[in-house]
């Protein structure tokens, strides 16, 4: 019996000990992957977060101040054209 539970123990510990390294080695594999990953992203020249809302806002900005302006534009080509006598239409964009 004595023998039987020495031996039992003897696997254990050898379970115990591969299922150590084994989590070493998953440690280890994670770190390289992230290294890589990490490495790839900096090759990739990608925009910061901030960066990319910054310039989201700054588009957003210029394209109403456009449409703002095409209003304007399409308001004094009205006035213009009410003005001129026998034109009704306004002007053709160049």
């Not at 989590?23 to 890589?36: D, F, H, N, P, T």
């Not at 304007?72 to 054209?81: G, P, V």
Request: glycine share 6%.
């Amino acid at each position: 019996m004595q023998s039987d539970n020495r031996l039992l123990d003897d696997l254990a510990r050898a379970a115990s000990g591969a299922l150590g390294a084994l989590a070493g080695v998953r440690a280890e594999v994670e770190s390289q992957l992230r290294s890589v990953l990490d490495r790839w992203l900096k090759a990739q020249n990608l925009v910061a977060r901030e960066e990319f809302e910054v310039v989201k806002a700054m588009a957003a900005k210029a394209r109403m101040e456009n449409e703002d302006l095409a209003a304007r534009i399409a308001a004094l080509e009205a006035a213009l054209a009410a003005r001129e006598p026998g034109g009704s239409e306004p002007p053709k964009p160049v």
